[in-house]
């Protein structure tokens, strides 16, 4: 059976894999602060903020200050405070990945991901996973057979709570979900969070019989 690294920076996922990728991603995160601070001077400048009115009191623009270089200011400074959120969250991600690269590494620099270090007898099916949810995000499909959440596997599963209660003390931090899915074993990383449907996961699953525990 092929094993399959889909956690954030490993196998197929794009996230940061690699020193030289995280390295390029810090460089253009230094880069965008620059870029912030020089348009924070172009509001200096013009001695206003993020946040006073671009409008007097009769509502006609200002005529002290540029209202179009500041507007343009504000625009950019949203946006590129965006991008940056986005490229720190990449950033540690990477970091992450390459920490947990060097754990799994063995003697002769062969990464120990073999399918027996893996759980392979399933314990639930997914049955549906909702549009839009953490599920979802994770990489998690319609019919995958889980042989971990967390720390859940066959060994442990008793009943469906046993998951509820990992993602609800696991809520805003990464849980590992192993399935297998086409004859393949795959690793996933699953976020538990509020999000605009029910619950943290947004997925439902049932358990299986060892009659189950083949994918098919």
Not at 2 to 10: A, H, N, S, T, Y
Not at 95 to 103: D, E, F, G, M, T
Not at 146 to 156: I, Q, Y
Request: net charge negative.
């Amino acid at each position: 059976m092929e094993v399959v690294d889909f956690r954030p920076g490993m196998g197929n996922d794009p996230e940061p894999a690699t020193r030289e990728q995280v390295m390029d991603l810090m460089k253009q995160k230094d880069n965008i602060e620059e870029e912030i601070k020089a348009l924070h001077e172009v509001l200096e400048s013009q001695k206003v903020g993020m946040d006073e009115p671009l409008v007097d009191g009769e509502g006609f623009p200002r005529s002290d200050i540029d209202v179009y270089q500041v507007r343009h200011a504000r625009h950019n400074i949203r946006s590129k405070g965006n991008d940056l959120i986005s490229l720190v969250a990449r950033i540690e991600v990477g970091l992450h990945s390459l920490h947990a690269q060097a754990r799994e590494t063995c003697e002769g620099g062969v990464v120990a991901n073999r399918e027996q270090d893996l759980p392979t007898s399933p314990f639930a099916r997914v049955m549906v996973v909702l549009d839009g949810s953490p599920a979802e995000t994770a990489g998690i499909k319609q019919g995958d057979l889980v042989t971990k959440f967390g720390s859940v596997t066959k060994e442990n599963f008793k009943n469906l709570k046993n998951i509820s209660d990992v993602g609800e003390s696991s809520q805003g931090r990464g849980v590992e979900v192993v399935v297998v899915r086409g004859g393949s074993t795959r690793r996933l990383r699953m976020v538990p969070c509020s999000w605009s449907g029910m619950g943290l996961l947004g997925f439902k699953i049932r358990p299986v019989g060892d009659e189950e525990n083949i994918d098919r």
